[in-house]
């Protein structure tokens, strides 16, 4: 069951020369479910004030039972109200989610989710349950 929490997720990703602005677009949507895009010259940012858009990292982390390494990830970058983490953008490409420790392992740049809420801890939770 997906809980009621207020909060407010964002996905950015950097465009680069090499790559089609609509691909980029596309591997955001393998991410995240029912987000709004705005797409820049080198840069796209997709946000979404539902949970449920995590769905399909959830999913994910479940299916590989990575809940203890995205835990640490979320926990290390807590700030307040505020987390982030990495996701491979080439892994997303082909509807995979992966995540990244650092940036420079994903050779094209990696995909930044940042998640902020009130009840932090609670979207956490959820996630990684």
Partial sequence: MIPVLDCKIEAFCEINPSEDPEKIEQVMTNVLNNAEFKIGKDSIIATSREIESL?????????????????RFLDDN???????????????????ISLCEHADESALGPIKITLRSKNIERVIEWLTD
């Fill in 55 to 71: 769905s399909k990292i959830r999913e994910s982390i479940q299916k590989h039972r990575s809940q203890n390494v995205y835990l």
């Fill in 78 to 96: 807590l700030d307040g109200d505020e987390t982030w983490f990495y996701l491979n953008k080439q892994a997303a490409f082909v509807n995979s």
